[in-house]
Structures are given as structure tokens and as C-alpha cells.
């Protein structure tokens, strides 16, 4: 980056440079006592200030005294790349936010791609720094000017939005913060109606199985052609990704979806959300598993074996919808449990209103009551003789006491948990034969 001081530079400013890019707070005071005028220096080449080579080099308290000495935190370099930039390029995150509380604008493009801060901190895989320009893009003056939705899908001259980069250079984490945030899937990068790559034929193009992971359970089209006609499977074939190329192939089960019913309940808890996430991605583990058999590139089995659900399952009440699992998740309004994979499976069968195309609360199949807010279930409280015949009771038994008591719903909800439990039975039971091949188009 040629952060290093400029040759043919006066010594003392060759000293200052050097001071802020080794972040000696001491010698860099000493030369601003002594010559004020240096703090609006830059170097000779790539005409980058104290406040940029402090930033990039994630020297906090060289930042914070820059800006305190009214340094503009949007200076620009050569390439019009500001501190910002190069903290998010770098990874820097305190001086990522120290920059943004000083009012950093993170809606500025640089001139060498035509990229903001969170394009930068996309493609170099920094998924905090991700979370710090996102956190702040949600709060004025960006969210009333810009809208925070096309914020995080902004583009750079290739029509690349972060999605784009951070699925082609393979960063997980950055993806699912991305998606979390609303990225768009399946965004094309073409322009002005003309079909180009999605970040589904990126992540195929670097054989990344995190990423291809991770997109096709947030609802990646695998028929997307890209500017040349080819589908991510296509992609995956033609660069040697077997693995990537078996999940792809459109004749292969479809991945079960992250429901769009969810989006719709007013409140669900980190903790809960990260239990839906983790069936979802076992669901998927176990269509993937079944696709790669036979493969060297096999995915292993999950990490969760039987005997370890089966002791769970004991130690608290098991779904009355599977009889399997325990009971993870909770209706917050009635109080009824379900295991995850049942609410993901429930969510997944609450389709839009065909009429007026709006969606729906999913119902529980216990009350028929909507559900508004999902939260971690929690066990009964233990004490006394209760605790005793608890530990007594086998699984079956509460399964059984479990289904008297709600014997009053249960010609109401019967066909509807039948249904619930047959769609679970049947995640990912098509095979895939991943030694098709597709010719490529030149």
C-alpha cells in the first residue's frame, strides 16, 4: 500500500510519518509541537496522510489525536480512499468505529474500483468490521438519505455488491452477516437488464462449500444464468469442484430454505435464532450427506449422535410433534414447545395469502393461537415429589401425559403435526448423480 514515508521529503517529515505508521504517540507529538503544519501533510506518492497510515496500521491513539486536532476524517489518498477504507481494508476495527463516531462518511466511493468501506471490509474477510459499518449505517444520517437496504447492496464499477466479493473470496462469516443484514441472494451483477454472475457463481467458481452452504439455505436460485448462459453448476464443473458441483445439480433435492414466515414474527431472540439456525443447518448437513455419498469428498456425519439426542431427549420433554427431540423452542404467548426442526417445518408451511399475497402469522399446532415471539424453552422447575416421579416417568410417559392434556386440540392439530413430521421425514431424500457433466460455453 506504500504506507512507508515518500523519498525526497524533508527528515523531519520523513520522521513523521515514520512515527505514525510505528504509532510512537511521543515522537509524534513532538514533531506537531514543533511544526503544526505537518498534520496536513501528505506522503509524496500515493499522497497518504498521518490519519490514513495510522488507520490502516490500527494505531488507535494516533487516530484519536488526528481527529482531535480537527484532521477531516474523509481525507482522501490518491486512489480517493479515506481512513476509513483502509481501517475496514485492514481489519482495524476500533479504528473503524473511533472514525465512524467522528462522522466518517461510509457512503464514499473510492476512484481505483469504485468501492466504500463495506466493500473493502467484504473482500478482506473482516466480518466485525462488517457489523461496525453496518450497525451505523442503520442510524441517521444514512438511513434517511441513502435507505440502509441499498446501503448493503451497493455496487462497485463491476456491478459487484460486498455479497459478490465476500462469496467469491470465500469468507463464511462475512456472508451470513451480509444476508443477516439483507443482502440480496441472488443479486445479478450485470447492469441495465443484462444477466451477470450471482454470488452463487462466484462461491461455485472458488469452490467454496461454506459459502455455496450458506447461500442455498438463505434461498440462492441454482437456474440463474450468468452473462454467458451457464448455471453455478456449470461453474463448479468446469473448475474441478465435485463437492460444490454435487449440491448444485439442479436434478439434486432443493436445500431446505431459512422460511420467509419468520421475517414476519415481531420478535425472536438471539438465542432462539441461533437454535433454528443450527437444525437448519443439520437438516441440510444430512441432504448433503446423502448427496455426497459415495464421494471421496463425503461430508462426515453430524457431530450430534444418537445416543447424545437420545440422553437430551430424557432429560427434558420430547416434541409432541416428532416423538425424536427435545423440546428446544417456545411459544412465548401460550407457553407450548416444539423442537427446532418442527418450528423450521412449521414456519416452511405457512404460505402468503394467494388473494392479497401477504403473509401470515404461523399458528401453533397446539392452541391455534398466532405465533408472534419464539424464545428458548425453558424446563419446568424442579421440587419435591414432582421432581421425584419426573425423574420416574420415562419420555414415552410425558410424551403420553403431553398428548391428554391437549386431547381437547388434538382432532384439530392431528393432520396438521402429520403433515409437519411427514415434510421433516422427507428433507432430502432425492439423489443426485454428480458425475454429470454440462459443456461449458466458451
Known sequence: MGHGASCGRPSEEVDFFGAAQSGDLDRLAAALRSRPSL????????????????????????VSLALDLCVHPDVVNRHKQTALMLAAMHGKTDCVRRLLDAGANIVMFDSSHGRTCLHYAAYYGHADCLRTILSAAKSAPVSESWGFARFVNVRDDTGATPLHLAARQGWRRCVHVLLENGAIVSASSGAFGFPGSTPLHLAARGGNLDCVRQLLSWGADRLQRDSVGRIPYEVAVKRGHVACAALLNP????????????????????????????ALMEANRERERRILKGTKNALPSPSRSDDAAIAEASDAEVC?????????????????????????????HA??????????????????????????????????????????????H?????????????????????????????MGRRRTDSSEQVDDKP
Open 39 to 62: 498534520l496536513a501533510r501528505s506522503t509524496l506518492f500515493d499522497r497518504l496522510s498521518a490519519l490514513h497510515i495510522a488507520a490502516a496500521h490500527g494505531h488507535l491513539q494516533v
Open 398 to 426: 410425558r410424551r403420553s401425559r403431553r398428548a391428554m392434556n391437549l386431547s381437547g386440540d388434538a382432532g384439530s392439530t392431528s393432520s396438521l403435526m402429520g403433515s409437519i413430521a411427514s415434510s421433516i421425514g422427507k
Open 351 to 396: 404460505k402468503p395469502n394467494p388473494a392479497t399475497q401477504s403473509q401470515l402469522l404461523p399458528t401453533c399446532p397446539f392452541c391455534r393461537g398466532g405465533i408472534a415471539a419464539l424464545v428458548v424453552a425453558t424446563r419446568a422447575p424442579a421440587g419435591g415429589d414432582d421432581e421425584e416421579g419426573s425423574r420416574l416417568e420415562s419420555p414415552r
Open 251 to 278: 436434478s439434486s433435492a432443493e436445500p431446505l430454505v431459512w422460511p420467509s414466515a419468520l421475517k414476519f414474527i415481531s420478535e425472536l431472540e438471539p438465542n432462539a435464532k441461533s437454535l433454528l439456525e443450527a
Open 320 to 348: 409432541s410433534i416428532c416423538f425424536e427431540q427435545a423440546c428446544s423452542i417456545e411459544v412465548r404467548e401460550c407457553g407450548h414447545q416444539m423442537c427446532a426442526a418442527c418450528t423450521l417445518a412449521l414456519c416452511c
